[in-house]
């Protein structure tokens, strides 16, 4: 689908930086949130590497600058929302103009590394903004939506500053996922399951359960910041064949996006922690078998579907860019 927002075609996967200067690393800000309410101050991030710890994670920048080796981080930003639409600005903390992604459509993913993004290979903190946008026209699934246009102003937005980064321990991927949330809310969890993560925990830096950053209505100074284009898309494609190689056509295809609420956890009750959309696009497969979905960069579940086969496998999980999914269709009768 040729998607694009208010009749501008797709921008490259690329971030935008305005008058960027060379910068580097900060570390031991304090952890600031903007809100409708005005700033608050959280407690300020402190680094000790004592030779009792020499092993530690805070301390790996350390044992990667004897060995030798360089400190790169890749930045990953993600949607697991189900309706919304998000971008995020992000800087070095405290250094100069904010970076815009693209804007993600449910499921997708941005990724980029922080030494051409920010300038900065391994930065010790983050400021982050995250804006999330409603498409315009709800009323239609999202693969029969032909521009995918979103409201001119955000329906949520909201600013954290210094963010606990590289000055913890340096990630190969630092992962910033904002998860599905009710309406004019949002929930953003960073870098799960790292030891960033288990110090932000252990600073009670975001007082939940789930240590994820929960924002709610718009920061003032944000209220007006236009969605960026959407990011280019990175085709979900495969083959539905016979066992000889021979391809099948109109086998019925549907796609789902992921979408993530809270940490997994062990009450039922609250469940679903995480699952998949409403298909958001069908489609079928032509004469050689092959089918294709037009979206960006992100996790997604293909499921087949038609009379007279049985198929292996029936559902498959993908994160594109990948190489093609491969599906074998067995007659029935």
Excluded at 52 to 58: D, H, S
Aim: glycine share 8%.
């Amino acid at each position: 689908m040729n998607s694009r927002h208010g009749g501008q075609g797709r921008a490259r996967n690329e971030a935008v930086a305005p008058g960027r200067s060379h910068r580097s690393p900060t570390v031991a800000a304090p952890l600031e949130v903007l809100t409708a309410r005005g700033r608050r101050p959280w407690s300020r991030l402190v680094l000790a590497c004592s030779l009792g710890g020499l092993l530690a994670t805070a301390c790996v920048p350390d044992l990667w600058s004897i060995l030798g080796l360089p400190v790169e981080t890749r930045l990953a930003f993600t949607n697991l929302s189900t309706r919304f639409y998000a971008a995020m600005q992000v800087r070095t903390h405290g250094d100069g103009e904010f970076v815009t992604t693209p804007l993600l459509a449910p499921g997708a993913t941005f990724r980029a590394d922080c030494a051409e993004l920010l300038d900065a290979p391994c930065p010790g903190s983050l400021d982050v903004r995250v804006l999330l946008y409603r498409r315009v026209h709800e009323d239609l699934p999202i693969g029969l939506d032909a521009t995918e246009e979103v409201e001119a102003v955000p329906l949520v937005a909201g600013e954290v500053r210094a963010v606990p980064a590289c000055e913890i321990e340096p990630l190969e991927t630092y992962t910033i996922v904002n998860w599905d949330a009710p309406e004019g809310t949002a929930r953003v969890k960073f870098a799960q399951g790292t030891a960033v993560d288990s110090y932000i925990r252990q600073q009670n830096l975001f007082p939940n359960v789930d240590t994820a950053w929960e924002i709610s209505g718009v920061t003032p100074a944000l209220a007006e910041v236009a969605p960026p284009p959407l990011a280019d898309p990175e085709p979900v494609s495969g083959r539905v064949i016979l066992a000889n190689g021979t391809g099948v056509e109109n086998i019925g295809v549907l796609l789902r996006t992921r979408f993530r609420v809270r940490l997994d956890d062990a009450d039922e009750g609250n469940d679903p922690d995480s699952d998949w959309s409403d298909p958001i696009a069908v489609t079928k497969t032509d004469a050689a078998g092959q089918f294709a979905f037009d979206r960006p960069a992100g996790v997604y579940q293909v499921e087949v579907f038609a009379d007279g086969y049985l198929f292996r496998p029936v559902v498959v999980e993908v994160e594109t860019p990948q190489q093609q999914v491969i599906i074998i269709a067995e007659p029935q009768g």
